[in-house]
Structures are given as C-alpha cells and as structure tokens.
C-alpha cells in the first residue's frame, strides 16, 4: 500500500495513550451501568469526572500533535479481524481534523454532563442517564479517532445505539419510544450505505485502512468512485438528518435536553459532515457525487429553515434549525477543498452556540414545567436573566450578527459557494443567502416568543433561574458562541490547522468581494429578523395555533410531508407486505407442508379401508399377488 | 495430552450422565437437575481442555479416533476435529450448562387426568442430546455422522413433545418428520456415496478424508449434492424448507429452543460447509448461485416474517431462519472471507440468538404469555431483564461492538467481491433486523404498563396463573406505580384502565444473572476481540476452500482499476 | 415316468386348497386346506429333488412339515380359544383387526 496519506511515526511520549480518551468514558459508561443502585449517589459525577479527564487528554494530545511534523500520528492497538485477505487492526488515527472533534466531543460533553447534573439532579433514572451519556461519548470518540473505515462503523453504529437509548430515556412515553426507534432505523438505512460503501472499498481495493483507501483511490475507475462517494453520502445523510432521511430529528427531541444539546445538535449529527470530510481524496475523485454532496446540502439547508418557520415547540424549532444549519455544512464540503476547513469551521462554531441554545431551551422548559409550547412562553426575559442573555447571544451568533460566530462562519461559507461560479455558484450562493434570511426570521420568532410579550403561562406556573451547574455551561458556551468564529477563522485559521489532512488553503479570486457579500447577507438577515418581529412582535400572539393558514405554513408544519411520505411510501406499503407475507407463510408454504401431510394422511385413510377384517379377502390378495409374481416371473424367463 | 481420546470422553460423558438420571426415580428431580448441571460443566470443561489439545496450525483433522464398527461396509467409528468442528463443541459446551440452569425451575405442563411429568427426563433426554450432538460435529465417517444426525432427533423429539407448550404433539411431530425425510434422502446420497467410492476405490468406504479425495462425475455430484443439500437446507431452515422451525421454536421448551436453534441446526449449515463443498466441489460451484437465491431470499423473507409475527418465541424463530441466510451466504459466495465469517456466525448466532431466546423465556416466566401484545412497560419494573433483552436484541441485529457484528461483517464483505448483487440485497436485511428487534423491544419493555402487568383492583382480570411458569411472577403485587418524573422531563403517563393496579415484576433473579452472565460476557469479548477464534478456525475454512478449488490467499481484490467484480463462474 | 404327473398332481392339490381357503367359513376346514397347499408343495420339492438327483428339495420338505407342524398347534390353540370366547369358528366372524 502506497501511503499518500502523511505519513504516519511511530508513536512515543503522551500520544500514544492517545486511547485513554475512548476508554475513560466507556469504563465510566460500564462501571455505572454494572454497578446498578451503589453507583446511584456519585454516578453522575464519575461520569463528569471520565468526559472532563478525557478532555484533558484530547487537549494534551493536541499539544503534543502540534510539535509533530506532518501533525498526524496513528496508533495501532490490536488486530480486529485477521482472515483471508481482510486485515482490520482496531487503530486511533490522531490528525488535526479528528483532534478538533476530540476536543469539541469532549469539551462540549463535559460542559453539558455538568449541565446534566443539574438538568437530571430529580430523576429516578439519572445513573442511567449518565452511562449513557458517557456510552455517547466513547462511541462518538472511536468514530472520529478510528484510523479505519470499519473503527469509524463501529462508531457510527455506537452512536446510533447511544442516540437510541437517550432518546427513548423516558421510555414509558410511547412517543419516546418511537422517536428513538425511529431515529435507529432511519439511521440504519444510512449505515446499509456506509457499510457497501466499505465493502466496496475492499471489494476494491482490499483494505478498509484510511491510509490505504487513500492512498489507492485515484487507480479506481470513476464509476466505482462515483459510487463509493453516493454510498458514504446515504450514509452520512442518516446520521446527520440529510435529505431524504432528515425526519426522525426532529422528532428525537423527545430525549432529555441536554441529549439534544449534545447528540442532536453538536456532535452526533455532524459526523455526517465528518465523514466526508475525513473521505476528501474520495471525492476529490469525484466530482459527481460531489455535486450530489452539494444538492443534498442546498435542498435540506431549505427544507430544515423552511419547516423551522412554523413550528411551535421550541426544541423543534431548534431541531430543524440544525437540520437547516447541517445543510450549509453538506454545502461547504460538497464544494471540495475551498469548503472543507469552512464547514469545520461553521460545524465547531454551530457545535458552540446550537448547544448553548440547546441548554437554554431546556432552562426555559426547567423554569415552564417542561412545557415546550412557545405559544405559552412569552416576557421570559426578566424572569430568567441568565438564560435569556446566554440564549440571546447564541441567538445572534445563529443568524449571524456581525462579528460573533455564525457571521464569521456562514459567511465564509456563502463566499465559497459565490465564488463557484457560472449558474450552479449563483444558484448555491442564493439558496445559501435564503436560508440565511429564513434562520433570521425562524429564530427571531423564537426569542419573541418566548422571551418577549406579554406572558402566556399556562396557570400555576411559576418561572425561576435554574441553578448553577446548569447556568455555567451556559455561559461558557455563550462565550464560544460569540468567540469561536474569531478565533476559527480570523485570529488562527482552522483551514491552516488542518492542512495536513486537506492540503494546503486556497486563496480563492473572489468572483464576489466578501465585502458586499457581508453586507448583502447583513441585509437580508435584518430583512428576515424584521418580518418576524412583524408577525409576532407587533401584535399579540394566540395561545393556540391558528387553524386557517396558507398550505405552505401547513406544509412547513408537518416538515414539508416528510413523514407523509415515509409513511405512504415505506410504512404502509411494508405493513401491507407483512401481513401479506404471513398470510402466505401460513397458508402458502407451511400450508404446502401440512397440506401433503393432510394428503398422505387421507390417502392412508382410504387405502386403510381395504383391511376388511376379513380372513379371505386378505388370502385372495395374497394369491393374486403371488400369482402376479409368478406370471411376471414366467414373463421375463420366457 | 493427546493420547487422551477427549471427543470419545466428551460423548461418552454425558450419555452416562444421561443413562444415571434416566435411572433415578421420578422423585428426584432436585438430584436430576444438580446431575445435569455437574455433568455438563464436567462436559464444558472437557471441551476447553481438547480445544487446548488442539493444535489450530496443524493437521487438518486432530484428536483422531478411529474403531473399525461394521467391517463389511467400511463404516468406522472415527472421529477428529477441526478449527470448525472444535468451535461448535465449545459452542456445545458453553450452551448446555446455561440451558440447565435456564431450565433450572421450569415445569412441565399439567395434563389433565393425569400426573404432572417428572423432570427427570427432561435433564436425561437433555444430556443425551448433549452427547449426540457432540457425536454429529465430531464425526470424520461419514455414515456415522448420519448416525448422529438421525439419533439427534429423538431426544429434542421427546424434548419438545413431552415438555413443550400446549400444541407441542403437533409441533414435536413435525420436527421429527420434517428433518426425518431430509436425514433419509442424504441416506440416499451416503450409500450412492459409498456405491461410488466402491467403483472408484475397489473396496466401499465412508470416512471423509478418503471420500474427498474422489473424482465423481458432475452430474452425478450434483444427485448426490442434492441429497445432502436437501437434509442440510431443512436443518438449518433455508426458505421454503423452514416452517417447522417457528412451530416448533415456539411450543419447545425454552431449553430446548436454545439447543433446537443454537446446536441443532447449526448442523445444516456445518454440514454444507464440511460435506456439500469439499465432496462435490463441481456441483457446489454450479448450485450456488440456486442456493444464494434462496439464502438471501430468507434473509429478507424471515425478516420480513418476524416483523409480522405476534409470539415473541416464532419471532426468535424466524429471525433465526434470517441469520441461517446469512450462514449460507457467507458458505456459498465461496471466499475465506466470507465462510470464516459463516463459521463466526454459527458460533456467535448459538449465543446471541441463545441468549435471546432465554431471556424471551425469563420474560414469558412472568408473564405467563408468548403474546407480544400481553406485555408493555417492562422496562421500568426490571430494568435488568430489559437490559440484557436489549443487548440480546442488538446482538441479534448484529450491532458493532457485540458478537455478531464480527460474523456478519465478514459474511458479508467477503461475499460482496463474488457475488456483489447478492450482497447487497442481503445488506438490506440489517434494516430490517433492526426493525424487528426494535418493535418488538419497544412493545414488551417500553410505553406505560400494560397487560399481564395491570390487573384489576378487585383482582378479577388477573391472567391464567396455570400458564407455564407462570408462579414467578409477582406475588407481591401491590406496587402501585408512582409516575416517575424527572426535572425537565415529562411525568411519565399511566394509560392504566381506571381501576388497575400495576403489578410488581421480579428482576432478574441471583440464578437468572449466572444463567445470562457468560453468554452477555461472551457476546462482547467477541464482539471486541474476535481473532483468536478466527485463528481456531481459519485453518479449516482454508482447506475447505482450497477443496473447492478457491485459493485461500487469492479471493479478492480484483486489481485497482477494474470496475468489474464478476462472479467466481 | 415323466415328473410332469407329480407336478400336476401337486397343482391340483394345490388349487383345491387354495380354492378351500377362500370359499370356506369354517376355520377348521381353511386350516386343512392350507395343509393341503402345504402338502402340495411338499411334493413338487420331493419331485424337483428326485429329477435332479440333489437332497436340497427333501430337506426342504422336511422343513415345511416341521414349520406346518408347529403351526398346526399353534393355529388350533388360536382356534379353540377363538371359539371358547365367540362360541363360532367361522372365519368371517372375527373381524375386528381392521382399519
């Protein structure tokens, strides 16, 4: 196998306990869910404790990499599979691109176990919830840290588990249940993409190693790259909630909150970006599925901003909110090299604020008796300070006010799609701009609702501050949302930091200055904010949604028929063809069984009927049989 | 250490242990169980001890053991191992302990008029079946192993007719009648075997390593395949020839149910792999894509099937008919790859499907019922049974981390270069393997209470407690659910009928834990560190391959650059 | 002497008694009749064995008087047992081991 790819050193010194970051999560994950109820009283922090020495041994290993030429280390720790000529070893690949999601996974899964402690201080099943959360974690690790495509599947399918078990926490909600089994299946149909995407890599190439798909790819037919790249993209469209599998996201927002912050909304669903962004050779080989990286982003960017307009729960709004901002990311990758450090960029600086905005919504639900109805929000802002100004600057940093993270980000992401080019630039450019001006409108609608007006409050609420371990997460990640753009894209590009895994940064001729982008952008940000403030700041906001509205608002509650589709398409028809299956499994092939036992059986019966009873009939049967044998006897002799 | 005859210990063992219980009075049946259980750990340990006698990179066939038995015909009593075979007897030996201490407290159901059945036969037919099946992966005559196939059927007959459910008559019959014609057609085949190995040879003889060295004319390979491939496609169910496995997958006794699925019919799949390829290699190569057809059609027909089933047991059955496509998949896409991973499956299929299949019965024990639509809610009353019926259900469906992913993984990446369309059809199948351990995981465990855990307060709802086994379930019963909330979680809402009560349901017990801890144990130190059973049974797969004509070293890829990935004929 | 005389004598013998043991009721005269097939077959081994000078058919004979001996004691105790519980020894009247 020719190594392209950096070559990796062998490993010394701190990074090559580089594991640690997986184990320690995973050991907490399984001393809490083996010690059952002597754990319960300290669980939770043992818990906290695993992510935050985790993050402590990300950031020291990033240290570590960045006084290493070439920035990339791998680490090989046992042989998996070793048969014929498939030969897995379980390995950490530890590369700038997988270091700042260690970092973020565990930075951000620290601040929301501690938020947790606090979110979850009155719940019976809180043990639980930790191993989960911690079960999260370790999984979410060996996708991004595995140096193989197979590490990162056994990730991926972790992560669906850990997603399955935290969504259906308050499993006794029938609507719990099937959100989470519905989000595993949905994602099941991604990962039957990733996994004949591995198979044809070996089939192939005869590796799943990262190094050696990499480094191999290029001698592949197009085709055959054509359709590794489609199938990694079903892939991570089931994980990330792309179009045409974006419906179960919303509907996880029936787990706990802080597993939306973390899971739905920082990191799980952007392992989708991940994987194509780890996969750059494979599409730089394809410029095909890369345009199909690209539609699939445009279309969901639109579908998640537009679904988001018209819902009422807040968690949902914010959930489609991700799917939205999820597509700019497919977007930036979808557009090759110029993208990728763009959609790093935009995917930390979303990780930062979506989880901040995450939190807040769970304070809000905290303080409104786990209402999520923004319709019965309303003037929260002075009962909840803390929140309100945490979940304000989250807020600002999503539609992208000037200067705090999302305007750093997006709009980088905007000029990179401009900068394409011809007819598809402009066209990918506007959507991205729309959806821009739809995240203003949606969101701002959002803090109007809920923090602003006259109070809606259902009786015998009574709004108050969470507490501390619940506040301070928030903070901090409001300090990242303001902050993180800045720092990703200003002060110490991302795009340098990840040279060794995308090449060296382009400086684009920009067709469009960035200048008139901005203000462009700037423009119709206001305009959006602005025709939100007009239908809900401006007058009184009924507590029930309104029945007699325009079929697109119907359309964009019920996610552009999403669901309707699934349903028609895949459910109904599938319920259909199970019950005619077992019907015919009864009836047709075991009744095929029976049915010649049943006529066996019968055809005994009536050949029975000649045992008379009767001493001579059996004796006349006997002669005319021996005189039979002695005339075919006499016959053949003859 | 090898000059100890472990497999003739090994068979002998247990059919002793059988010949004492079957001997002790009906009365003993506390004796009889502790007997069974001493005799089949003795049997386990036997097992680990040949697998260290074993030397995974020598002869093909090892602790060979051979005893001339009917002269005239040239049968012997031989028997040997190899990486393949020796896996399944350690798979025997894990497996039957468990199934004693699952069957620890199980009863027979009453027969009216007449006295309950001693479970002394019970633990008696069990060992001896436990010998038998031993007999059948370690037999290196081919006569001897119809021997074995045959003799298996009359202890799971007895097992499942006389400890089974209510239509067990029904169901033990047709087991019985069903394998009874496959094992008489491959008797056919045996002698049509013998009858060419005379003309060939100059003098008849059964043993396999003689019989693989014949040169039969393809056609008549493909008459003599047909006769095992017809008792080996029933034996491990391939679609159409699986309906007695859910009749009788749901009326065995749980016991029996893990050994019927997890050993039994493994002996289908182990016999395509020892006997259907090496022996008739031509028309191995010309069947396969027939036998593919029906592999993967039963990979999403089981599937299909078991999302549509109603009884928690037919479910297990036909997920298990599912995974058995898989087997023969992984068999005839004829690369190492692929068939190491067929191996892997029938190892780790035998826990994964075992352990489900237990907790099923732990579940059942409760309630009293094999209807899905009986339970609901289990989960917050035996948060420990849900969790190990959860991990049995990802282990089913193959999830990373746990056994079955290995197997399956390899199955199906092996079998993706020869035979890519297949493949992918088969892949569709995990979706579907999802789907159906999901719901059936959401309807008994989650959502608010419901069925045999509600009864009304006057007590006049209360199910059948003659149903079997049913004395486990909660006799306390006065637990009034409290709706459980958490801070910024929802109260959990009780659709509970006006006047009822939930019951309490007993977690698992200190003899349940011991019952699942080995098998929990083994599906994820599997599921992490397969190699070491992949190198007890690579050697194997090897040889059987290079039988076949496939090189071992060089089933795949196809150079860079080729976009063809044609099939091997 | 040619040995086709025994042989149609024991033909002729044999034809009565298999005639016998179908029309007739009583289960003492079925039984005669089958010593009287018997018999006949005895004499067609004598003469096999006579023409061909070989002892084969004799012992053979010898065999079948033994065997029918036997039976004969057999059969009657069969019989008499028959008739002591049915009070009949007609053959039509135990019918009982049927479908």
């Known amino acids: ?638 | 250490m090898t000059d100890v005859p472990w497999l003739v210990l090994m068979i002998v063992v247990p059919a002793v242990g059988a010949a004492v219980v079957a001997a002790l009075p009906a009365a003993r049946e506390a004796l009889a169980r502790q007997l069974a259980l001493a005799v089949s750990l003795l049997v386990l340990l036997l097992a680990v001890l040949t697998t260290v006698a074993f030397d995974p990179g020598g002869e093909r066939f090892q602790l060979t053991t051979s005893v001339a038995w009917i002269p005239d015909f040239g049968v012997d009593f031989a028997l040997g191992v190899d990486g393949i075979a020796l896996s399944m007897l350690l798979l025997i030996g894990v497996l039957v302990p468990v199934v004693v201490g699952a069957s620890w407290r199980d009863t027979p159901l009453p027969r009216p008029g007449r006295p309950a059945r001693s479970m002394t036969a019970f633990w008696a037919w069990l060992l001896l079946l436990e010998s038998l099946m031993v007999g059948v992966f370690a037999a290196t005559d081919v006569f001897l192993f119809y021997v074995f196939f045959e003799a298996m059927l009359v202890p799971m007959y007895f097992l499942i007719g006389s400890f089974g459910g209510e239509n067990r008559q029904y169901a033990a019959v047709k087991f019985f009648l069903y394998s009874l014609l496959g094992g008489l057609v491959m008797l056919a085949s045996v002698i049509g075997l013998y009858v060419v190995s005379n003309s060939q040879l100059g003098e008849g003889t059964f043993a396999f390593d003689a019989l693989r060295q014949l040169e039969i004319d393809p056609n008549v390979q493909k008459l003599l395949f047909a006769g095992f491939f017809l008792a080996f496609a029933i034996k491990a169910p391939l679609v159409p020839f699986h309906t007695w496995l859910p009749d009788s997958g749901a009326e065995a006794p749980i016991g029996g149910a893990v050994l019927l699925v997890g050993v039994l019919d493994k002996v289908g799949t182990f016999g395509f792999l020892r006997y259907c390829l090496p022996l008739f290699p031509d028309a191995s190569r010309d069947l396969a894509p027939w036998v593919l057809v029906l592999a993967v059609a039963g990979i999403i027909y089981a599937a299909l099937l078991a999302v549509g089933q109603s009884d928690m047991k037919r479910l297990v059955s036909y997920t298990s008919i599912a995974h058995f496509g898989f087997i023969a998949l992984g068999i005839f896409a004829f690369t190492t790859e692929a068939a190491t991973g067929a191996v892997l499956y029938m190892v780790n299929h035998g826990i994964a499907t075992g352990l489900l299949f237990i907790v099923v019965g732990m579940v059942i024990a409760r309630g009293g019922s094999r209807q899905i639509r009986d339970y609901g809610g289990l989960a917050a009353k035996a948060p420990l049974l849900a969790g190990v019926f959860l991990l049995a259900g990802l282990a089913s469906l193959a999830l990373p981390g746990t056994n079955s992913f290995v197997s399956e993984f390899l199955v199906l990446i092996g079998a993706f270069p020869t035979r890519p369309v297949f493949t992918i059809i088969a892949t569709v199948g995990i979706v579907l393997a999802a789907l159906y351990v999901l719901l059936m995981y959401q309807r008994v465990m989650h959502g608010p209470p419901r069925g045999v855990l509600l009864v009304d307060e006057d007590g006049a709802g209360d199910h059948d407690p003659a149903d079997h086994g049913a004395g486990d379930h909660g006799a306390g019963g006065g637990a009034t659910a409290v709706p459980e909330r958490g801070a910024g979680g929802a109260t959990a809402v009780l659709e509970a009928p006006a006047r009822a009560r939930v019951l309490a349901v007993r977690d698992l017990s200190g003899r349940e834990i011991a019952v699942v801890t080995p098998l929990v144990a083994l599906i994820l130190v599997l599921g992490v560190y397969p190699q070491p059973l992949i190198d007890l049974v690579s050697p194997a797969v090897e040889a059987t391959m290079s039988d076949i004509g496939v090189d071992p070293g060089g089933s795949t890829p196809a150079a860079p650059g080729s976009t063809g990935t044609g099939g091997t004929d | ?99």
């Open chain 1, 1 to 638: 196998m020719n190594e392209v790819v950096p070559a990796s050193v062998p490993v010394d010194g701190l990074l090559s306990v580089a594991w640690l970051v997986i184990v320690l999560p995973l050991a907490g994950a399984a001393l809490l869910l083996l010690g059952g109820r002597r754990t319960d009283r300290w669980g939770h922090l043992l818990a906290t404790g695993t992510v935050v020495a985790a993050f402590a041994v990300a950031l020291a290993c990033t240290l570590a990499l960045t006084e290493r030429a070439g920035r990339t280390v791998s680490l090989d720790l046992f042989t998996f599979i070793d048969t014929g000529n498939l030969d897995v070893t379980a390995g950490l690949l530890f590369d700038p691109l997988s270091a700042v999601f260690a970092l973020l996974i565990t930075g951000v899964g620290a601040l929301i176990h501690v938020y947790s402690i606090g979110y979850m201080a009155h719940d019976p099943g809180r043990r639980r919830f930790f191993a989960y959360l911690n079960l999260f974690v370790a999984a979410m690790l060996l996708l991004v840290l595995g140096n193989s495509y197979v590490a990162l599947y056994v990730g991926w399918e972790g992560v669906g588990l850990a997603s399955y078990l935290l969504i259906a926490f308050w499993h006794t909600r029938p609507a719990a249940a099937t959100a989470a089994k519905k989000a595993f299946l949905m994602n099941r149909v991604g990962d039957v993409g990733l996994a004949l995407a591995i198979f044809l890599m070996f089939a192939q190439l005869g590796t799943t190693s990262y190094a050696g798909v990499f480094g191999s790819v290029g001698l592949l037919a197009g085709g055959t790259v054509t359709a590794i790249g489609l199938l990694l993209l079903l892939g991570a469209c089931g994980k990330s909630g792309q179009f045409p599998l974006q419906a179960w996201l919303p509907d996880a927002m029936e787990g706990p909150t802080p597993v939306s912050a973390l899971i739905h909304a920082a990191t799980m669903v952007t392992a989708g970006v991940y994987l194509i962004a780890r996969s750059a050779p494979v599409y730089d080989a394809t410029p095909t599925a890369r345009t199909v990286v690209l539609a699939v982003g445009a279309v969901t960017l639109l579908i998640g901003a537009i679904a988001g307009c018209a819902h009422d729960d807040i968690k949902k709004v914010l959930a489609y909110s991700t799917v939205s901002q999820i597509g700019y990311m497919f977007l930036a990758v979808g557009l090759g090299p110029v993208g990728y450090a763009a959609a790093i960029a935009h995917l930390l600086a979303h990780g930062f604020f979506k989880a901040g905005l995450f939190l807040g919504a769970g304070s809000v639900m905290h303080a409104m008796d786990d209402s999520v109805d923004m319709r019965r929000f309303g003037g929260l802002a002075r009962k909840l300070p803390i929140t309100f100004v945490t979940f304000g600057l989250g807020y600002l940093a999503l539609i992208g006010f000037p200067f705090l993270s999302g305007w750093w980000t997006k709009d980088a992401i905007i000029e990179v799609a401009l900068d394409r080019g011809g007819w598809s630039g402009w066209v990918l450019g506007g959507v991205a701009v729309l959806g821009a001006g739809l995240t203003a409108f949606y969101m701002t609608r959002l803090m109007l609702m809920t923090f602003f007006g006259r109070p809606r409050w259902e009786e015998g609420v009574h709004p108050h501050e969470a507490p501390a371990s619940m506040t301070a997460p928030m903070v901090l990640l409001a300090f990242g949302s303001v902050a993180a753009g800045f720092l990703l894209v200003a002060a110490f590009p991302l795009s340098g930091w990840l040279e060794p895994v995308f090449g060296e940064p382009e400086e684009a001729a920009h067709l469009v200055s960035p200048l008139v982008v901005s203000i462009v952008v700037t423009v119709v940000v206001a305009l959006g904010a602005l025709t939100a403030w007009l239908f809900v700041g401006r007058r009184e906001v009924p507590t029930t949604a309104p029945a007699r509205v325009s079929p697109v608002v119907t359309a964009a509650r019920r996610g552009l028929y999403a669901d309707t589709i699934n349903e028609s398409l895949v459910m109904r028809p599938g319920v259909w063809l199970t019950r005619a299956l077992v019907w015919l499994d009864a009836r047709g092939v075991d009744g095929a069984v029976n049915g010649a036992a049943a006529a066996l059986g019968g055809g005994s019966a009536r050949l029975g009927r000649a045992q008379t009873g009767f001493v001579r009939s059996y004796a006349l049967g006997i002669l005319g049989g021996a005189v039979l044998v002695a005339g075919a006897l006499v016959a053949v002799t003859a």
């Open chain 3, 1 to 99: 002497m040619t040995i086709t005389n025994y042989l149609v004598l024991a033909a002729i013998l044999f034809t009565i008694g298999a005639v016998g043991v179908l029309v007739r009721r009583n289960a003492i005269v079925v039984f005669m009749c089958i010593e009287l097939m018997l018999n006949s077959v005895n004499l067609t081994l004598i003469t096999f064995a006579r023409s061909t000078g070989t002892v084969e058919g004799q012992v053979i004979a010898l065999f079948v008087m033994v065997v029918a001996a036997a039976e004969v004691v057999i059969g009657l105790a069969i019989i008499m047992s028959i008739y002591r519980t049915r009070r009949s020894a007609s053959v039509d009247d135990v019918n009982l081991l049927k479908y």
